[in-house]
């Protein structure tokens, strides 16, 4: 009997199908056409109820904010219930095409030998190494970038507890993956916040990005030097024996895959005049899509895809959940807070100085309540916009992204600092206060000032 001929078989077959059509949603939405925000809605509603017994308990409460807020837009205005529909619709269904991109490119064999190439650094690079390595891999991969280091790390925790690295090598892998957020067109702090600000371009923001990206990492790897015994270069002591021939190939192939796919977002954006979104939207199809072609003609057939589509209808449930009720919350509460406000009442640039450097600082005080930086961005941004200056927009984007990821490695609530805590079994409070507690306030304070210097320039 087929796999697909089993109770099993067809419920996963069933939870592949409703994926894929959430998914069809987002590309029609990509595409200028509106499909039927009513079956929309019953599409996702459906998913959710498939898998509703593995929902978290925040995941829980926000449904019930997503269904209150679309029950009292629906019954208030059809126009505002159908403009957080869609917005709501595109976002999640691209958030599936990147959770189905990290499971794809998650088991192929250069990514596990790049990861085991990295934590087999001898001492006094293996920081370094760990820190690069985690936001390279963190742009294909995400959070799984952080699961893949973690693991290889976790079954060598005596020995590094022996060299008093435990912790500093996971702080090396979280740093790497927080500096991620802060610029990558494919990291949803950027994806979700140029979604809800469309009159910020991309490439007017990502100089400072990048700068931020790039200063975060060496600053932590600053601290580490001053603070880590992972900096004496006199007793290395492998965790890994690496294939020395292997090491670079390994490496080359890992960022051909990673330049290639952030490269084909910018040259379809360049030359189709798509906005950033959809071109990333369409370009992580595409790499699913020929992923899925090539395992295809190597035997598999459509089983790989279905056992695809299903495990991210069912394991990303969590995401798809808190993802659509930031967007569609989000759309609702900026429709009414233009009605309440005044057109700019940030009109002066102290005001505005101020809102730049504290909107960080509310994401890591939101994080420390638990609350996803999806979620709180959204609602800042919704907050903020109508009341800021239209001229400063993409300061206002800029202090989200990068808000974004200082929260990232800043509280101990966030996905990846919790998924390093229990590979590593170490407390994620130790690991956000104790170990980057330092980074986040440095990190708060050098762009709150520096963007209130900004403001004024830019």
Same mark, same amino acid.
């Given at each position: 009997?087929?796999?697909?001929?089993?109770?099993?078989?067809?419920?996963?077959?069933?939870?592949?199908?409703?994926?894929?059509?959430?998914?069809?949603?987002?590309?029609?939405?990509?595409?200028?056409?509106?499909?039927?925000?009513?079956?929309?809605?019953?599409?996702?509603?459906?998913?959710?109820?498939?898998?509703?017994?593995?929902?978290?308990?925040?995941?829980?409460?926000?449904?019930?904010?997503?269904?209150?807020?679309?029950?009292?837009?629906?019954?208030?205005?059809?126009?505002?219930?159908?403009?957080?529909?869609?917005?709501?619709v595109f976002l999640t269904s691209l958030i599936a095409a990147l959770l189905l991109l990290g499971r794809i490119v998650g088991r192929a064999p250069d990514i596990c030998q790049c990861a085991e190439m990295l934590v087999s650094q001898p001492q006094g690079r293996r920081y370094l190494a760990l820190t690069l390595g985690a936001h390279l891999l963190s742009i294909i991969l995400n959070f799984g970038a952080v699961a893949l280091l973690s693991a290889f790390l976790a079954p060598q925790r005596d020995t590094l507890q022996r060299q008093g690295a435990e912790i500093s090598l996971t702080?090396?892998?979280?740093?790497?993956?927080?500096?991620?957020?802060?610029?990558?067109?494919?990291?949803?702090?950027?994806?979700?916040?140029?979604?809800?600000?469309?009159?910020?371009?991309?490439?007017?923001?990502?100089?400072?990005?990048?700068?931020?990206?790039? %200063?975060?990492? *060496? @600053?932590?790897?600053?601290?580490?030097? +001053?603070?880590? /015994?992972?900096?004496?270069?006199? &007793?290395?002591? #492998?965790?890994?024996?690496?294939?020395?021939?292997?090491?670079?190939?390994?490496? %080359?192939?890992? *960022? @051909?895959?990673?330049?290639?796919?952030? +490269?084909?977002? /910018?040259?379809?954006?360049?030359? &189709?005049?798509? #906005?950033?979104?959809?071109?990333?939207?369409?370009?992580?199809?595409?790499?699913?899509?020929?992923?899925? @072609?090539?395992?295809?003609?190597?035997?598999?057939?459509?089983?790989?895809?279905?056992?695809?589509?299903?495990?991210?209808?069912?394991?990303?449930?969590?995401?798809?959940?808190?993802?659509?009720?930031?967007?569609?919350?989000?759309?609702?509460?900026?429709?009414?807070?233009?009605?309440?406000?005044?057109?700019?009442?940030?009109?002066?640039?102290?005001?505005?100085?101020?809102?730049?450097?504290?909107?960080?600082?509310?994401?890591?005080?939101?994080?420390?309540?638990?609350?996803?930086?999806?979620?709180?961005?959204?609602?800042?941004?919704?907050?903020?916009?109508?009341?800021?200056?239209?001229?400063?927009?993409?300061?206002?984007?800029?202090?989200?992204?990068?808000?974004?990821?200082?929260?990232?490695?800043?509280?101990?609530?966030?996905?990846?600092?919790?998924?390093?805590?229990?590979?590593?079994?170490?407390?994620?409070?130790?690991?956000?206060?104790?170990?980057?507690?330092?980074?986040?306030?440095?990190?708060?304070?050098?762009?709150?000032?520096?963007?209130?210097?900004?403001?004024?320039?830019?």
């Amino acid at each position: 009997m087929r796999a697909a001929d089993t109770p099993d078989g067809r419920w996963s077959l069933f939870q592949a199908g409703l994926l894929a059509l959430l998914i069809a949603f987002g590309v029609l939405r990509t595409l200028g056409l509106h499909p039927w925000a009513w079956l929309v809605a019953a599409v996702f509603l459906t998913i959710i109820g498939a898998s509703l017994s593995r929902l978290g308990t925040v995941a829980k409460a926000l449904l019930t904010v997503l269904l209150v807020t679309g029950l009292v837009a629906g019954l208030d205005d059809k126009a505002l219930f159908l403009n957080a529909t869609h917005s709501a619709v595109f976002l999640t269904s691209l958030i599936a095409a990147l959770l189905l991109l990290g499971r794809i490119v998650g088991r192929a064999p250069d990514i596990c030998q790049c990861a085991e190439m990295l934590v087999s650094q001898p001492q006094g690079r293996r920081y370094l190494a760990l820190t690069l390595g985690a936001h390279l891999l963190s742009i294909i991969l995400n959070f799984g970038a952080v699961a893949l280091l973690s693991a290889f790390l976790a079954p060598q925790r005596d020995t590094l507890q022996r060299q008093g690295a435990e912790i500093s090598l996971t702080l090396a892998v979280l740093r790497g993956f927080a500096a991620m957020p802060m610029w990558s067109p494919l990291a949803l702090s950027v994806l979700i916040t140029l979604s809800l600000i469309p009159e910020v371009s991309y490439w007017r923001i990502l100089p400072v990005c990048l700068c931020a990206a790039t %200063l975060y990492m *060496l @600053a932590g790897i600053a601290l580490n030097f +001053g603070s880590s /015994v992972d900096r004496d270069f006199s &007793s290395p002591e #492998p965790l890994y024996t690496a294939a020395s021939g292997q090491t670079r190939p390994v490496l %080359l192939r890992v *960022l @051909a895959r990673t330049l290639g796919l952030v +490269g084909g977002v /910018v040259v379809l954006h360049l030359a &189709s005049g798509l #906005p950033m979104l959809s071109s990333v939207f369409i370009m992580i199809l595409g790499a699913v899509g020929w992923s899925w @072609a090539r395992e295809a003609i190597e035997g598999s057939g459509p089983a790989r895809m279905i056992r695809d589509l299903g495990a991210i209808s069912r394991d990303g449930v969590n995401e798809l959940v808190i993802l659509a009720t930031a967007a569609f919350v989000g759309t609702v509460l900026a429709h009414y807070m233009h009605g309440m406000v005044d057109a700019s009442p940030l009109a002066g640039r102290l005001e505005i100085s101020a809102a730049i450097a504290l909107v960080p600082a509310v994401m890591v005080a939101c994080g420390m309540l638990a609350i996803n930086p999806i979620l709180s961005g959204t609602i800042l941004i919704g907050a903020l916009k109508p009341v800021w200056p239209g001229d400063d927009l993409h300061m206002l984007a800029l202090s989200v992204i990068i808000g974004w990821g200082i929260t990232s490695a800043g509280t101990p609530f966030t996905a990846n600092v919790l998924i390093a805590a229990r590979n590593m079994n170490i407390r994620a409070s130790i690991l956000a206060f104790d170990g980057n507690g330092r980074l986040t306030v440095l990190a708060l304070a050098l762009y709150g000032s520096c963007g209130a210097v900004t403001s004024y320039l830019w």
